[in-house]
């Protein structure tokens, strides 16, 4: 059996949970985002950041989760040096369901993975061990992340294999980001703990995971550790287990601490919060459409391939592209030049933010290969240059020689060379008409993909039957 605990930070609100300090502080020096309240100096008081309960809500919701009639804030006391009130404000069903969400449900492929509880909570500061080597002497504490706010997101032990479990995390990826709560490929924005047990024997927690690829070789790796435990007739113990990342093994660190270790009590500082149905259905309004219910929409409305629309949909800055971009017309169209010839060009955050396209760029786009201006080949090569430099479809067809080649007269010309430069092509397609793509590749070749590609056909078909 695997169950998660998920930590997923609140990337795109303005201020951490109890203070005004930037929720954003990766572009601080270290310790210079914090104030008395988030370090918990004597007389400071926390003030709730309305915005984190709302987030937080939607994400619930999204997982189909139960919303409480109210909100209570627990301290969850223990010592640790990114700490540095020596407890953490968090959540907790102890006076009946009051943490920000309850028995939610997510189905992949046709398996249903329950959510146990959702809770918002304060993240700790920063430990960063100097050199890295496990010999260091020093550790450096950054509090700038202490009090960003955090969803934790609690799965019932529903998993059977690790794949499940990388299917869920892509797919609770992509819902965090449509939602426009997180930002997934921030580092350190998403982080999971797996629970791992195996029939008869103990829970044990793998932490300290550094990513989702290594979160499946872990469990990987404690399933079979556990299966030979148990086959020699050795107990397996409950305990916490820290993933090395160097030598791809699970390490005993310490023997799991139970609730009433952590000596919950009340947050007396911030009063229950009443979760009044008026705004819990305008959140709901406000939620953005579902990725299900886009693809859904795609498929039907556009009838754009149901490959194509999963592609399209799963993917915000996508389908953020194709809402603005596409027409009624000329959806498919837009849709498929992005999830061909643009994917390859925008696929990692750095080239998404580096990138001078806009949705306009596309339709331009279309609509000059629609007009006959220019051929779907030299579309792909203008799409290149719009993402670098950001130029109008117009300036860069006119500029850059992208205009495609129809006159009759030129065309047999440039035919006329490729036949004399490959005859034994030309001898080849007589005897089998099939492979005469090889001299259209050709022509298209030399002319940097301008040529008309049913005018060349045309042509070419012509010359090798005469
Ligand atoms: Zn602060």
Not at 6 to 15: D, E, G, K, P
Not at 211 to 226: A, P, Y
Not at 260 to 281: A, K, Q
Not at 394 to 401: A, D, F, K, L, W
């Amino acid at each position: 059996m695997i169950g998660l605990e998920i930590h997923c930070q609140l990337t795109n609100l303005q201020s951490k949970l109890f203070c005004s300090c930037k929720a954003n502080y990766r572009e601080f020096e270290p310790n210079t985002n914090i104030c008395p309240v988030c370090m918990g100096l004597p007389g400071s008081l926390p003030r709730l950041n309305q915005k984190a309960v709302e987030k937080a809500s939607m994400i619930a919701m999204a997982l189909n989760c139960k919303t409480p009639q109210r909100l209570g804030f627990f301290r969850k006391n223990y010592f640790y040096p990114d700490l540095p009130k020596n407890f953490q404000i968090t959540q907790l069903n102890m006076y009946g369901p009051t943490s920000i969400g309850e028995q939610g449900k997510v189905s992949i492929e046709g398996k249903e993975i329950r959510i146990r509880r959702i809770q918002l909570e304060e993240d700790p500061g920063r430990l960063i061990y100097e050199g890295a080597s496990e010999r260091t002497q020093i550790t450096l504490v950054d509090y700038n992340r202490a009090g960003t706010p955090l969803v934790e997101i609690v799965t019932e032990p529903d998993f059977d294999n690790p794949r499940q479990v990388r299917i869920f995390l892509n797919i609770l990826s992509d819902l965090l980001e449509n939602l426009g709560v997180s930002d997934p490929s921030l580092e350190g924005a998403m982080r999971a703990d797996a629970n791992v047990s195996i029939e008869g024997g103990l829970r044990v927690e793998v932490k300290n995971i550094g990513s989702f690829h290594d979160l499946e070789k872990s469990i990987h790796f404690e399933l079979t550790r556990q299966q030979s435990l148990a086959e020699r007739g050795i107990a397996i113990a409950q305990e916490t287990r820290h993933w090395d990342d160097k030598r791809k093994i699970t390490i005993s660190s310490r023997s799991k601490e139970e609730d009433e270790d952590y000596r919950y009590i009340l947050e007396g500082d911030i009063p229950w919060v009443i979760m009044d149905s008026e705004s819990i259905e305008k959140w709901k309004k406000n939620m953005p459409e579902s990725i299900s219910s886009k693809k859904e929409r795609y498929i039907t409305k556009h009838a754009i391939p149901a490959q194509v629309a999963d592609v399209l949909s799963s993917d915000k800055y996508y389908s953020d592209l194709f809402e603005q971009a596409h027409t009624e017309s000329n959806a498919k169209e837009v849709a498929n030049m992005i999830t061909t010839d643009l994917m390859g060009l925008v696929d990692t955050r750095e080239k998404r933010e580096q990138s001078r396209l806009t949705p306009k760029h596309l339709a331009d786009l279309i609509e000059i290969i629609n007009s006959g201006k220019i051929t779907r080949s030299s579309a792909k090569n203008a799409l290149q240059e719009i993402v670098k430099t950001g130029k109008s479809v117009s300036e860069i067809v006119s500029q850059t020689g992208l205009a495609k080649i129809s006159d009759e007269r030129e065309l047999v010309k440039i035919i006329s060379d490729v036949m004399a430069q490959e005859p034994t092509a030309v001898q080849q397609a007589r005897e089998n008409p099939q492979t005469i793509n090889y001299l259209v590749g050709k022509v298209m070749q030399k002319t940097k993909g301008t040529a008309d590609p049913t005018l060349t056909l045309k042509i070419l078909k012509e010359r090798i039957s005469s």
